[in-house]
């Protein structure tokens, strides 16, 4: 057989071995109810990122799909690799809709590991956006505390997506700023379901023990039990909040009131913290507590200019 009938057979071959798996799951995870999910070939994302050439992060790549920009996401073609990035699929299909999801367009299915094509980001990683604001101004300005708190608060609204939208829960398990994309108005896009997973119907955790998770991911839960609990999102969020919210640029009320979150989320008894619900409503509070703020200083400035011109008058 010539070389190009055996890599016509492999991508065959892994077509429909990942066609298999990603039906299963699906067809488990959505009650059996279709999700649009677009193919494309490999000769079509290599294309589409000229040869993968525009690299923007670890596994990202910007493409061109139909005149549309586009994020695909490509990691080492690899078996081991192969059943998380399925699971990436699954449920960012599942998620798509959400507006604080990264959208899923498709993938392709014709290599060992699935590449997958999403929405583009125009602003890229959430940690790039923050740690750059704090050095050198780039291509962006200064992100304000406004909306450091409503980046917070709405991935916290995914989140509880994730715990409350579907019959069973699913904790995403790897919350991290490298989890974040931002799109061209700093709008958060939750990815990174790599290693999510569902709680067993009926039950309350489950098993988490692994390399990746004990050491990447670790919770005092984790450490002690080895299983986790959606409880173990909001542990995991927590270290999100304290590198979003600089204490530089906080006035104190909302400092002290970030803080006490934080704590609370990072309690060691997870039993003992709030749920992404209740996280999001605090977060809720806070901006709201912060649009008060700047409404009466808004009003005390414009009285003390009123002040002003009458004295001068």
Same mark, same amino acid.
């Given at each position: 057989?010539?070389k190009?009938g055996?890599?016509? $057979?492999?991508?065959?071959?892994?077509f429909l071995?990942?066609?298999?798996?990603?039906l299963e799951?699906?067809?488990?995870?959505?009650n059996g109810?279709?999700?649009?999910?677009?193919?494309?070939t490999?000769q079509?994302?290599?294309?589409a990122?000229?040869?993968?050439?525009?690299?923007?992060?670890?596994?990202?790549?910007?493409?061109?799909?139909e005149?549309? !920009?586009?994020?695909v996401?490509?990691?080492p073609?690899?078996?081991?690799?192969?059943?998380?990035?399925i699971?990436?699929?699954?449920?960012s299909a599942?998620?798509?809709?959400h507006?604080n999801?990264?959208?899923?367009?498709?993938?392709?299915?014709?290599?060992?590991?699935p590449?997958?094509?999403?929405?583009f980001?125009?602003?890229g990683?959430?940690?790039?956006?923050?740690? +750059?604001?704090?050095?050198?101004?780039?291509?962006?300005?200064?992100?304000a505390?406004?909306?450091?708190? $409503?980046?917070?608060?709405?991935?916290a609204?995914?989140?509880?997506? !994730?715990?409350?939208?579907?019959?069973?829960p699913?904790?995403h398990?790897?919350i991290?700023m490298? +989890?974040?994309?931002?799109?061209?108005?700093d709008v958060?896009?939750?990815?990174?379901?790599l290693?999510?997973?569902?709680?067993?119907?009926?039950?309350?955790?489950? %098993?988490a023990?692994?390399?990746? @998770? +004990? !050491? $990447?991911?670790k919770?005092?839960?984790? %450490?002690?039990t080895?299983?986790?609990?959606?409880?173990?999102?909001?542990?995991?969020f927590s270290r999100?909040?304290?590198?979003?919210?600089?204490?530089?640029?906080?006035?104190?009320?909302?400092?002290?009131?970030?803080l006490?979150?934080?704590?609370?989320?990072?309690?060691?008894?997870?039993?003992r913290?709030?749920?992404?619900?209740?996280?999001?409503k605090?977060?809720?509070?806070?901006?709201?507590?912060?649009?008060?703020?700047? !409404?009466a200083?808004?009003?005390?400035?414009?009285? @003390?200019?009123?002040?002003?011109?009458?004295?001068?008058?």
């Amino acid at each position: 057989m010539s070389k190009k009938g055996e890599e016509r $057979k492999e991508k065959e071959r892994a077509f429909l071995e990942n066609g298999s798996k990603v039906l299963e799951k699906l067809i488990v995870s959505c009650n059996g109810k279709p999700i649009p999910i677009r193919s494309f070939t490999v000769q079509q994302l290599h294309q589409a990122t000229n040869n993968y050439h525009n690299h923007l992060g670890t596994y990202w790549f910007k493409g061109s799909l139909e005149g549309r !920009l586009v994020l695909v996401k490509r990691f080492p073609d690899s078996k081991f690799l192969a059943d998380f990035v399925i699971n990436d699929l699954v449920i960012s299909a599942q998620m798509s809709a959400h507006a604080n999801v990264l959208k899923l367009i498709g993938c392709c299915l014709e290599t060992t590991s699935p590449i997958l094509v999403y929405e583009f980001a125009a602003n890229g990683l959430l940690a790039d956006r923050i740690y +750059s604001s704090h050095v050198i101004e780039r291509q962006h300005q200064f992100m304000a505390w406004e909306r450091r708190l $409503k980046i917070a608060r709405q991935i916290a609204y995914a989140i509880s997506y !994730l715990h409350i939208g579907f019959s069973r829960p699913v904790i995403h398990m790897a919350i991290d700023m490298e +989890s974040i994309l931002l799109d061209e108005n700093d709008v958060p896009k939750l990815s990174n379901f790599l290693v999510s997973v569902s709680i067993p119907e009926g039950e309350t955790e489950v %098993e988490a023990a692994g390399d990746f @998770w +004990s !050491l $990447k991911f670790k919770t005092p839960e984790i %450490e002690a039990t080895g299983k986790a609990t959606e409880k173990t999102d909001v542990y995991h969020f927590s270290r999100c909040i304290s590198k979003i919210m600089d204490p530089t640029i906080l006035a104190e009320q909302q400092l002290q009131a970030v803080l006490d979150l934080t704590l609370r989320c990072t309690e060691d008894d997870p039993q003992r913290r709030p749920t992404m619900v209740d996280v999001t409503k605090e977060l809720r509070r806070i901006e709201r507590l912060l649009l008060a703020s700047d !409404l009466a200083t808004r009003h005390r400035d414009v009285k @003390w200019r009123s002040s002003r011109s009458c004295y001068a008058n």
